[in-house]
């Protein structure tokens, strides 16, 4: 029975409280099968929905486009599956730095530096949309306050799940610390590999890229961003 017809008939008062509670199962099981039949993401707003019936719609229009059938079996849920994946690597920008940082900012009498290296972290390049992958080092100096620890590589995520340029990513990163615990400094390297110079283009396997953002103290004193760097070289 379709939802709106269920609400009539119990605003009407013609079916017991029990049949009410049968029906009202049923329907919400239809739903929630029609929804994961339409391949929706469960908890997802209405306009999700919308989204993700129209990236599919344009999944199947390049696999069609590039010469595949996309009514052969092994494609016929690949638009959807392909619109479901491009969602979760791009989730970062339904994140805020307030919401990940979660009150994790803790009043500490530590002025030492603070280094969480070999972050792994993923991204896709904005300009061809094929994944860039690496490592992501992250030292602060603390001013009275230190982040959680974790909350180092949540911040990684929220900026490299969305589309990206490494230069702007390790920036963001930076800025993103300052914001957190107003530290003395903070320095950001990042070493990653393009699949955009490895599978087209120069191809060439073995290139990586590494940039760095220096903000406060390791900006301008040497010497602390050579301990930095020699840390988070050492193996």
């Known amino acids: ?32 099968a029609l929804l994961d039949d339409k391949t929706v993401l469960k908890g997802k707003k209405p306009e999700k929905v919308d989204h993700m019936a129209d990236m599919a719609r344009a999944y199947s229009s390049i696999i069609s486009h590039v010469g595949e059938d996309v009514n052969r079996q092994g494609l016929l849920k690949t638009p959807e599956r392909a619109a479901k994946a491009m969602m979760y690597f791009t989730n970062g920008y339904e994140l805020q730095l307030d919401q990940i940082l979660n009150e994790a900012v803790f009043d500490e009498d530590h002025d030492e530096m603070v280094i969480v290296k070999d972050i ?47 230069e702007r990513l390790t920036k963001q990163i930076a800025t993103a610390m300052v914001q957190a615990v107003q530290p003395t400094g903070v320095a950001v390297v990042i070493e990653a590999s393009h699949m955009c110079m490895v599978m087209r283009g120069v191809q060439k396997i073995n290139a990586t890229t590494t940039t760095a953002c220096m903000l406060g103290v390791f900006r301008d004193d040497p010497k602390t961003r050579e301990e930095f760097l020699n840390l988070i070289n050492k193996r």
């Open 1 to 32: 029975m379709p939802a709106c017809k269920m609400a009539e008939v119990e605003s009407s008062g013609f079916i017991s409280s029990s049949d009410n509670q049968s029906e009202k199962s049923d329907t919400d099981e239809k739903q929630i």
């Open 120 to 166: 792994e972290m993923f991204s896709l390049c904005e300009h061809h949309l094929v994944p860039f992958l690496g490592k992501v080092h992250i030292g602060y100096l603390p001013n009275k306050k230190v982040l959680g620890l974790s909350k180092l590589a949540r911040i990684v995520e929220m900026f490299s799940r969305r589309l990206q340029v490494q």
